[in-house]
């Protein structure tokens, strides 16, 4: 597959840049923006999309950029009400407390996001959300060791748990096997952190 650049992929690259500057990898000096960029570049794996690739550029921006710089309606103006739709479903909730409650919150909500969407597009960016997550933090854990954890608000066990229960609703989904299989393969190497 290959993606054909365009002003809308521009664009989104320009805005997710800009809203997170400053911003940076859990526990690392690595821009933020790497992460959004290599979600986007990995549901091409998967989905010769640009509205895929767009939303995999933009998904975090609703949860990590305060509502007063740049809301819903700010990326319903700029990129359509299909795409603001596609980054809402990928979004966790704005729960700014760093409690275990709030972490639980967060991930139901998202949890429930997903598993009540049909739309293969948020499903996608979901997948490659994780696995680059996972591929990360196995990455960072080779580098740093069990002190990784503390970057986290939740511990190991809840943080598995989450990935296992994305895992559960991507199964009962109707997506690309290969895609399913690499996210197992991630989730079977965080196991293995103790």
């Excluded at 409650?101 to 490659?128: E, F, G, H, M, S």
């Excluded at 970057?151 to 895609?179: Q, T």
């Excluded at 399913?180 to 103790?194: A, N, P």
Aim: charged content about 25%; aromatic content about 10%; overall charge negative.
């Amino acid at each position: 597959m290959l993606m054909v650049y365009s002003e809308r992929i521009n664009k989104a690259i320009k805005v997710a840049t800009k809203l997170h500057e400053g911003q940076f990898r859990r526990g690392s000096t690595i821009p933020y923006i790497a992460h959004p960029f290599a979600v986007a570049i990995l549901t091409q794996k998967y989905a010769d999309s640009e509205d895929i690739f767009i939303g995999g550029i933009l998904h975090d921006i609703l949860e990590d950029v305060p509502n007063r710089i740049y809301g819903s309606e700010d990326l319903a103006n700029d990129f359509g009400y299909d795409i603001l739709n596609i980054v809402e479903t990928v979004s966790e909730p704005n729960i700014p407390a760093q409690t275990q409650d709030a972490w639980r919150a967060r991930k139901y909500v998202y949890l429930n996001n997903i598993q009540n969407t049909n739309d293969i597009r948020p499903l996608i960016i979901c997948a490659c959300d994780k696995i680059h997550n996972m591929g990360e933090l196995a990455y960072c854990y080779d580098e740093l060791g069990e002190s990784i954890w503390t970057y986290f608000a939740a511990r190991r066990e809840r943080e598995v748990w989450f990935f296992e229960s994305v895992l559960n609703i991507l199964r009962s989904k109707v997506l690309p096997p290969e895609m399913v299989e690499e996210y197992c393969r991630r989730l079977e190497k965080i196991r293995s952190l103790h």
